[in-house]
């Protein structure tokens, strides 16, 4: 029997790394930090905060958050004979927010992303430090390609540089994957390939790489595919490429664009249906309006975490049917609502009708045929509060303050694939509301279209033809040809199209399995993957993106501090423990 056992986590992102802290945590309260070495691996070099987060990305990338509820929460010292860990603060005490003295008025801010790394980087590495010189960890800055068992469950890990081998304990944490190119962009890609004039490029991170290009000009016309958070990034850093936004008013944020070159049509977003994503509310009293009592929030709970409930669902029916009358006693005591002389019954109808079909329509949704720019602009008076509240708006924000009891309640649940697969498509559906941009992002949206710098005439389900100037992009009898084009537009996490090498060679292996062909890594309620090898308990565990399917909610930073992370170090300090309870048996230690 070996002396010391070996575990590695691949990606050491804001996920990777609490769960690290968590599981070095665990295991010193149950006395087992000792035998064990740790490979720990992040192939951008940015250990504690990844690929999302790295320090030195443009200011012009915001999180889609507010600092007011960013409650990461302080880390506790560890100290024992042989390695000593200072306690790290929180963010809130780290940033200097003291919300209990901020006004509720006061509108909310939303920092740039390198902000937030700068937090994460940190606080890994106070962390990190004395237990490298300890020799418990190694961080290795590689790309791991590679993950392969033997008939003794000991793992093997290849990454481009070398071998890892006699590994007891694995954890994936890498979070967004690139995936198969679709056929659109498989199309374009060649397009772009045999055409000097144009360039493609397929992911809107990192910026720099489209930023810096020569080809972008202020003649330049750019086509961004894609009407969401990160449509959002890249039209940002583009326009401060050429101008500023100048606030007009702090209250509501809105702003114009200036510029001293002569610029139009220079960015021309779209996407299938055209519609911009919803603002969150301004401030903290606005949107305490939508936050549900906490004895509706219980009642919620209960009635969707009943596992009968979930084993007979057929469909999402048993969720939007909990959460209806929620959202409709919300929307009826709004101080200023759209709708005259609705009932409750009548209200939750509409909510539930809505919910199920998008394009329901009733004078109270906001219309989806109409301009986008003036749905954006009704949205920004809606979260500003300067206009009545539609119902869809409403429910948005509603869903958003029930997220964490549905992603609670509903992962490892007991409904069957299908009605899971459309619990989280009904979810990311509601995204568009619950996960909205800040006011302010919508509000330089909004100058960018008045100033002629952004056109929105393309926004709904455009046709093109591709030219040797470019991609004539086509809708309504109207035509313009863009001579660069960017994808915005993040995969979702389809396990089986994820061309990530790591990830396909583990599906060919057997070692893992899809839990709907549109959804990630089937694994158990601690982050264990559930293998096609029956009667196996294979040691290895996947948390984030890629485990959506088994789990729901796994997007947001909040997640990535949140029970999952805690429920694996749990289960592995156990499984640690339980090792070295063995090796004391038989007199080895």
């Known amino acids: 029997m070996a002396s010391e056992r070996v575990m590695a986590i691949i990606g050491i992102g804001p996920r990777g790394g609490y769960a690290f802290e968590n599981l070095i945590l665990e295991l010193q309260q149950r006395n087992s930090l000792s035998q064990l070495q740790i490979f720990l691996f992040e192939e951008t070099g940015n250990f504690g905060n990844g690929q999302v987060y790295p320090t030195d990305q443009p200011q012009s990338n915001w999180i889609n958050i507010t600092e007011r509820i960013l409650n990461l929460d302080q880390r506790p010292a560890l100290n024992s004979k042989t390695i000593s860990i200072p306690e790290f603060p929180s963010y809130h005490e780290w940033a200097n927010k003291d919300y209990d003295t901020i006004p509720d008025r006061a509108a909310d801010t939303y920092p740039p992303r390198a902000v937030v790394g700068d937090y994460l980087k940190q606080r890994f590495e106070s962390f990190v430090t004395p237990l490298i010189e300890a020799n418990i960890v190694t961080l290795i800055e590689e790309q791991v390609v590679e993950v392969t068992i033997d008939d003794k469950n000991k793992i093997e890990l290849k990454t481009k540089a070398q071998t890892y081998t006699d590994l007891d304990e694995v954890l994936l944490t890498i979070g967004h994957q690139p995936t198969l190119l679709s056929e659109q962009i498989e199309k374009w890609n060649a397009f772009a390939a045999s055409n000097k004039n144009v360039r493609l490029f397929k992911s809107p991170y990192p910026i720099k790489d489209f930023l810096n290009d020569k080809k972008i000009t202020e003649n330049s016309t750019i086509g961004v595919r894609g009407y969401g958070l990160a449509m959002i990034d890249v039209v940002r850093a583009i326009a401060l490429k050429f101008g500023e936004f100048v606030t007009e008013n702090e209250q509501t944020k809105s702003c114009s664009y200036k510029t001293t070159k002569s610029i139009t049509n220079l960015l021309v977003p779209f996407s299938l249906d055209g519609l911009p994503p919803a603002p969150k509310p301004l401030h903290a009293e606005i949107d305490a309006l939508f936050k549900p009592t906490d004895e509706q929030i219980a009642e919620f709970e209960k009635k969707i975490g009943d596992h009968s409930v979930q084993k007979a669902a057929g469909s999402p029916e048993f969720l939007i049917r909990a959460f209806a009358p929620i959202a409709a006693k919300v929307y009826l005591q709004l101080p200023n609502y759209k709708g005259d ?56 924000q509603v869903w958003r303050h029930c997220q964490p009891s549905i992603y609670a309640q509903l992962s490892y649940n007991g409904c069957n694939e299908k009605v899971f697969a459309e619990i989280i498509a009904l979810d990311e559906q509601s995204k568009r509301y619950s996960y909205g941009p800040p006011v302010e992002s919508i509000q330089q949206l909004i100058a960018l279209y008045k100033a002629g710098v952004m056109n929105l005439e393309m926004a709904n389900n455009p046709e093109f033809d591709l030219t040797e100037d470019g991609w004539q992009i086509n809708l309504n009898g109207k035509s313009l040809t863009a001579n660069i084009m960017i994808d915005s537009v993040l995969d979702a996490p389809k396990i089986e199209a994820v061309a990530a090498p790591i990830i396909k060679k583990m599906l060919s292996n057997n070692l893992i ?26 040691p290895i565990a996947v948390l984030g993106r890629l485990a959506k399917g088994t789990i729901i909610g796994v997007d947001a930073i909040l997640e990535c501090f949140g029970l999952r992370p805690q429920q694996w170090a749990t289960e592995a300090a156990n499984r640690h423990t339980k090792w070295l309870l063995e090796l004391k048996k038989e007199n080895l230690l």
């Open 513 to 538: 399995e899809a839990v709907h062909d549109q959804l990630g890594v089937a694994t158990d309620e601690n982050g264990y993957v559930q293998s096609t090898k029956k009667d196996n308990q294979i």
């Open 341 to 396: 002389n609705l009932s409750l019954a009548e209200t939750e109808k509409r909510i539930e009708k809505w919910l199920a079909d998008n394009s329901y329509e009733h004078e109270t949704i906001t219309p989806t045929q109409q301009a986008s720019s003036i749905t954006m602009q009704e949205f920004v008076d809606m979260a500003t509060g300067e206009s009545p509240i539609s119902l869809d708006y409403c429910i948005g």
